[in-house]
């Protein structure tokens, strides 16, 4: 059974930095990618980065470019996304999902439908 956990969220001044986790378990796939998104009350899901496991290309929603970084730990089956200079318009709930049979990121992009799994998400907060 494939499971996304995710970690790491909370409450940040802004400017401050937070790395949230992805935890993903239960594949049998060998290459797929890991999604990062995120929502805020009354707005849009948003698509802001994403990792391939066949080659580690990733991709960043410009919202996002030069402050978040996305990494892997294939040992630990992990995803991580190091949030820096946070802004006050990144206060969201972030989740992670996993595209098995898309190839969205490997296209440049972070498109929720090709994403087939969810984690529950985690609340990040920017607060001074």
């Known amino acids: 059974q494939v499971q996304l956990v995710e970690s790491g969220g909370g409450v940040v001044q802004p400017g401050g930095s937070m790395r949230l986790s992805c935890v993903a378990s239960?594949?049998?796939?060998?290459?797929?990618?890991i999604g990062w998104f995120r929502q805020a009350p009354g707005k849009e899901r948003e698509g802001i980065s994403c990792i391939n496991t066949s080659d580690g290309s990733t991709y960043y929603a410009d919202s996002v470019k030069g402050r978040f970084t996305i990494s892997r730990d294939a040992t630990n089956n992990t995803v991580y996304l190091q949030m820096n200079s946070l802004k006050p318009e990144d206060p969201a709930k972030y989740y992670c999902?996993?595209?098995?049979?898309?190839?969205?990121?490997?296209?440049?992009?972070?498109?929720?439908?090709?994403?087939?799994?969810w984690g529950q998400g985690t609340q990040v907060t920017v607060s001074s």
């Open positions: 239960g594949f049998t796939m060998k290459y797929y990618a």
């Open positions: 999902a996993t595209e098995l049979y898309g190839s969205s990121c490997q296209m440049g992009r972070v498109d929720s439908v090709e994403y087939d799994y």
